[in-house]
């Protein structure tokens, strides 16, 4: 999927690419749409890598079980990185 958001509606934010995977994946783990590795897929960045970001923003992991199951099945299909 390619989402396409224009300069003057993101205004003055100056958001890379990069920060802006990172803000949506954030916001859909904190409201618990996406599972750790997802959120790090979407991401695009390593496992641990988005683990230390939710922490810098003292986002709590909820970590259930199904979501390490969910997790296991998303890492099995991931590229090691």
């Known amino acids: 999927m390619t989402i396409t958001i224009p300069d003057e509606t993101l205004g003055d934010l100056r958001l ?33 890598t988005f683990q230390r970001e939710l922490a810098k923003r003292r986002i709590p ?11 296991v099945r998303t890492l099995a299909g991931m590229d090691p990185q």
């Open 16 to 48: 890379t690419s990069e920060q802006t995977r990172m803000e949506i994946a954030v916001g859909l783990f904190a409201d618990r749409r996406v599972t750790l590795a997802r959120a790090a897929k979407i991401a695009d960045v390593p496992f641990l």
């Open 61 to 71: 992991l909820h970590y259930e079980v199904e979501d390490f199951e969910a997790d």
